[in-house]
């Protein structure tokens, strides 16, 4: 059987949703963080590998970046690589893929698949979010059958490597996101459960024993503490501690802390 992996990063489980709805088809296929800061490298012998990740401001998550330009491919030139990014319906992402496809040709790589899956819009610090949660799920459900049949079969598809004006922003937008952690506040309706902590997909939070947790101002805006938090202790300024709060349906917090390692 062939060996098959999946990279990922995921805040609010979408994009690890979407990973291993396509690795349970494949089968024999490992799911790893893109979170890291180590620079790995892969051994010989895979059959496919695969880059599951969210849409953030129109492009990809800046850890995303760093992690596939110090990833070592060379071992696997001939894999097909492919690539889908999750993004929200309000959103509306033009060619997130283009990014990837860039990346991977710097590296002497072709992205052979790449396609983008709507799913449901969480950044609550931008507005209050829907009601329709289980609904979107099913839709996505439906959505990403064709994209894992054409996967399985090695499709391959052509996209465009010039970027719109729209991800031509947003790679100016996450110079800034590191440190827009500084506006995040924790009432005292803590209770130091540490879920914040083991769901942050770039390790951008300390916690002490008994203690709030601590913005280490590398953050991506995944907004993963907020959203997994069970109190509704981790708020954005003034703009989110009435909103709903949302996790994938079909992926608990428990997962993305395994993804993270620190399950």
């Not at 060619?95 to 992205?111: A, C, D, E, Y």
């Not at 440190?179 to 942050?200: L, P, Q, R, W, Y």
């Not at 992926?251 to 993305?256: D, F, N, P």
């Amino acid at each position: 059987m062939s060996k098959n992996i999946i990279f990922v990063f995921s805040g609010t489980g979408n994009s690890l949703w979407a990973a291993k709805e396509i690795a349970k088809e494949l089968g024999d296929c490992e799911i790893t963080t893109m979170g890291s800061n180590e620079k790995p490298s892969l051994p010989e012998g895979y059959d496919s590998i695969g880059f599951v990740y969210p849409t953030y401001a129109g492009g990809m998550p800046k850890r995303v970046k760093e992690f596939v330009s110090h990833l070592d491919l060379r071992n696997n030139k001939d894999a097909y690589f492919f690539a889908v990014a999750t993004c929200g319906r309000i959103s509306r992402a033009q060619n997130v893929v283009t990014q990837m496809r860039n990346l991977l040709k710097h590296k002497g790589i072709k992205l052979s698949y790449g396609e983008r899956l709507d799913m449901f819009s969480n950044y609550v610090v931008g507005y209050e979010m829907r009601d329709t949660v289980r609904e979107e799920a099913d839709q996505s459900a439906a959505d990403i059958k064709p994209m894992i049949e054409s996967i399985k079969i090695h499709m391959t598809n052509n996209g465009n490597t010039l970027l719109t004006p729209r991800q031509l922003t947003s790679i100016g937008f996450m110079h800034i996101v590191p440190n827009m952690d500084k506006n995040f506040n924790v009432s005292d309706a803590c209770t130091s459960c540490g879920i914040c902590e083991k769901v942050c997909p770039v390790g951008n939070i300390e916690l002490e024993r008994d203690a709030k947790p601590c913005f280490e101002h590398h953050c991506e805006q995944c907004l993963a503490c907020i959203q997994c938090c069970p109190s509704k202790a981790i708020n954005y300024k003034d703009k989110t501690q009435y909103r709903k709060r949302y996790i994938h349906p079909d992926i608990s917090w428990k997962e993305l802390a395994e993804l993270n390692k620190k399950g």
